[in-house]
């Protein structure tokens, strides 16, 4: 069964800079999430998007945006990064805002 | 304000003993759901169950259970005959209900369960 897919799976970046990351749902779940896990961290809800509408947000940053485009796929958008983005970044999605989300792989940026 | 509680830092136990994972929640949602995953060494996050505020029947999926308990606000987790590749970071999560809107998860500190051969 097709999963949830992310990428890169890896980013190495320098402060300061920009980093962008893709997420692809699963086919017909039209609500994503992203979350944020720092090393030794539970997971950290960032924001959430539904039928490529912002409807939730949680702790992210004034220097990261996101959105979800007309093919259900989202982006997470990162701007003057720090050495603490450092971060496994992982999306999620669901058919609906009430069913199981289910999780990609992550994206680990490191920040240098 | 929402908030999960893993007080089981860490657990190790031997081969084929069983463990449970404690998991205590807050809110002041009247409809919620409480999910738990699995997070092995590789890092990705596995889905292994959603039960909501509504649903009280204790659940069992071959090794595991889980216990909803509403009264005192818990949702347990159980192993039983536990195998090394259970070894893995678990995490109890919590999500409200706003209305119909995407509500984040909140996740607990997670339990690192180690079993021994």
């Known amino acids: 069964a097709a999963g949830v897919i992310q990428s890169p799976r890896h980013l190495i970046k320098e402060k300061r800079e920009t980093a962008t990351l893709k997420c692809y749902p699963i086919?017909?779940?039209?609500?994503v999430y992203w979350y944020q896990q720092g090393p030794g961290q539970d997971p950290q809800f960032l924001i959430s998007?539904?039928?490529?509408?912002?409807?939730d947000k949680g702790s992210i940053p004034d220097r990261f945006s996101a959105q979800q485009f007309s093919d259900y796929h989202s982006e997470l958008n990162m701007s003057s990064l720090e050495l603490g983005d450092s971060a496994l970044y992982f999306c999620?999605?669901?058919?609906?805002?009430?069913?199981?989300?289910?999780f990609g792989q992550g994206t680990r940026l490191t920040v240098v | 304000a929402q908030k999960v509680t893993q007080a089981q830092t860490e657990i190790s136990v031997v081969e084929k003993e069983d463990v449970t994972l404690d998991c205590v929640y807050e809110?002041?949602?009247?409809?919620?759901?409480l999910f738990w995953y699995k997070q092995p060494p590789s890092g990705e996050l596995v889905f292994l169950i959603r039960?909501?505020?509504?649903?009280?029947q204790n659940e069992i999926s071959g090794r595991y259970s889980w216990n909803f308990q509403k009264s005192t606000s818990s949702f347990n987790f159980t192993i039983t005959a536990s195998q090394v590749v259970d070894s893995a970071v678990y995490f109890c999560?919590?999500?409200?209900?706003?209305?119909?809107?995407?509500?984040?998860?909140?996740f607990g500190k997670g339990t690192h369960l180690i079993i021994q051969p």
């Open positions: 086919p017909r779940h039209d609500t």
């Open positions: 039960r909501n505020s509504f649903d009280e």
């Open positions: 998007f539904y039928e490529k509408m912002q409807s």
């Open positions: 809110t002041r949602d009247t409809t919620y759901y």
């Open positions: 999560a919590l999500s409200g209900n706003s209305g119909g809107g995407a509500d984040g998860l909140t």
């Open positions: 999620a999605s669901s058919l609906e805002t009430e069913t199981e989300a289910f």
